[in-house]
């Protein structure tokens, strides 16, 4: 079997380290919080049972624990794991989990546990410095469900507001700097806007978007804002640093910022200095495959 790229991910953040699991696991539960204590919007009880389902980019798998219990109950449902790195032993998963380490895109139709046309769930949270075609990736979500399959999609998108919802970030020169950084190592930072019309593009039907506010400031109390300001941001300013130097962009293109430590200073002086109430959207994207 050939083997697809995998991406970049595990050379912008840092992957099977247990400050890094402790970090996903924050923000798990800050997300879940700000979509109203829900991991998911869609109606997990109501999919057939047994249920075959997937979570994409899996991480410490605490998500997917929360998946297993609210899909219909049944021994024989399966609910796969799946992520680049070995999923932790941190949670307690029911035995209808397996974890699977893999890159998605190699398993669907390859390996005889994910069939096209087998599974009635896929979902990925986070996979914004993963995947670098979210078209591919939405049709091969399609190619796996079975007619009737839902897909839940939730992904953070770039773009900082204030607190009546003027956008502040127009002029922020990190921004422009990975707008031109992005592409050229396949990243989209906004790739949420396109969701819409990817899933309707690949055939899929009775598309609802919901975003909810994602506070980043250090003033807001919110366990968001609290994450964001202390834990992603120290994360998130050094992927911005190697997303820069991996693009490879000349000093034309980097806005007057320098060098890939201008650019990580003004991501400091806009993200990290943002006054009470800023926030970006988090996004909720779900269909139905017909
Ligand atoms: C930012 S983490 C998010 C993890 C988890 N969804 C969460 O919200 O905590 C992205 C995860 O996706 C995994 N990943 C990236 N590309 C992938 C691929 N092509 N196939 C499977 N997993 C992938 C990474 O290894 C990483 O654990």
Redesign the pocket.
């Known amino acids: 079997m050939s083997t697809t790229d995998?991406?970049p991910?595990?050379q912008l953040?840092p992957?099977n380290v247990p400050t890094e699991h402790t970090r996903?696991d924050q923000?798990?539960r800050a997300i879940t919080a700000i979509m109203g204590n829900k991991d998911f919007l869609t109606d997990l009880p109501s999919l057939p049972s047994p249920t075959r389902a997937i979570e994409?980019?899996?991480?410490?798998g605490?998500?997917t624990a929360v998946l297993a219990h609210n899909i219909p109950s049944n021994e024989e449902s399966k609910i796969y794991a799946?992520?680049?790195?070995p999923i932790p032993s941190l949670h307690a998963q029911p035995n209808t989990i397996e974890f699977v380490q893999?890159?998605?895109?190699d398993l669907a139709g390859h390996d005889p546990r994910f069939g096209l046309g087998t599974f009635d769930f896929l979902t990925?949270?986070?996979?914004g410095?993963?995947?670098t075609d979210w078209k591919a990736y939405i049709r091969a979500g399609f190619d796996l469900l079975k007619s009737g399959g839902r897909i839940e999609l939730q992904e953070a998108c770039f773009g900082w507001y204030d607190g009546e919802g003027n956008e502040l970030s127009k002029g922020w020169r990190w921004l422009q700097v990975m707008r031109k950084a992005g592409p050229k190592i396949g990243l989209d930072f906004w790739g949420p806007l396109t969701f819409s019309g990817s899933l309707q593009e690949a055939g899929f039907v009775d598309v609802e978007t919901q975003t909810f506010k994602w506070l980043i400031s250090k003033e807001d109390e919110d366990a968001i804002a609290q994450y964001t300001a202390h834990v992603l941001n120290p994360t998130f300013v050094e992927l911005v640093g190697r997303v820069v130097q991996k693009a490879g962009l000349g000093e034309g293109e980097l806005e007057g910022l320098g060098d890939a430590e201008g650019v990580k200073r003004d991501y400091m002086e806009t993200v990290m200095g943002a006054p009470k109430g800023t926030y970006c959207n988090f996004w909720v994207v779900r269909a139905r495959k017909p």
């Open positions: 995998e991406g991910y595990r953040l992957s996903l923000q798990t994409v980019g899996a991480g410490t605490l998500r799946v992520d680049l790195s893999g890159n998605i895109f990925s949270r986070m996979l410095a993963a995947i």
